[in-house]
């Protein structure tokens, strides 16, 4: 019983993965104890690796997801259009990351397991014309596509992408609070990548009303 317990659990995983799914402690706590446990990493990344896909890691190997174990042309194409989704992505998604950080007087930006409370957050958006500027200008983004001139209806669906696009989960669907996934550690390594082989200088252009750099 255990072992077929073992099975399920396992296909379960690597249907996330190879759906493109982050999985770390908030969004899949029991996929993500799986995947630390060296038998179930290794029976998955050997399953993976029969249609050239492999475990790959973010955050310091606290964020599982799928990548190529072996990169051919069909592979890099593949690749390079997702890359060129998160870079149209960035800019929308720095100006949010930088914006939370400065209306919640953080000294550092969201990581993982950070609680964002949407509430508390708006109250002081809006009592604070230039943040209110800065909402309205990446809520404008394609990424977000929102028309409205109202901060409430601005940050509801700024906040639901997210929740679509795997940055922010939404643990209760009674309350305003949210939590910052792994998906966003994966985002400071590719910022991080872009910045380092492209000389972009996005650190320095992401950093906040304290100072404190981005990533």
């Known amino acids: 019983m255990t072992d077929a317990i073992s099975l399920v659990g396992q296909g379960a995983l690597i249907e996330r993965l190879l759906r493109g799914e982050f999985i770390c402690r908030v969004t899949d706590e029991d996929g993500w104890r799986a995947l630390k446990e060296p038998g179930m990493r290794a029976r998955v990344e050997s399953y993976l690796n029969q249609i050239n896909r492999t475990v790959a890691t973010a955050g310091e190997g606290e964020v599982f997801f799928c990548g190529y174990a072996q990169l051919g042309e069909a592979e890099r ?101 949210y939590i910052a996934t792994g998906k966003l550690d994966y985002l400071y390594e590719v910022i991080r990548f872009i910045d380092e082989t492209e000389g972009l200088g996005l650190e320095a252009q992401a950093e906040t009303a304290t100072q404190r750099e981005l990533i």
């Open 77 to 177: 194409k593949v690749i390079s259009s997702q890359f060129k989704d998160i870079c149209q992505a960035l800019i929308p998604l720095v100006e949010w990351l930088v914006l939370v950080q400065e209306a919640s007087g953080q000294d550092a930006p969201l990581t993982e397991g950070a609680p964002v409370r949407l509430t508390e957050l708006q109250s002081r958006i809006e009592d604070t014309p230039a943040f209110r500027e800065q909402l309205a200008k990446l809520s404008q983004y394609r990424l977000f596509g929102s028309t409205s001139n109202n901060v409430d209806a601005q940050m509801k669906l700024v906040f639901k992408r997210l929740v679509e696009l795997g940055y922010l989960t939404r643990p209760n669907a009674e309350k305003q609070i």
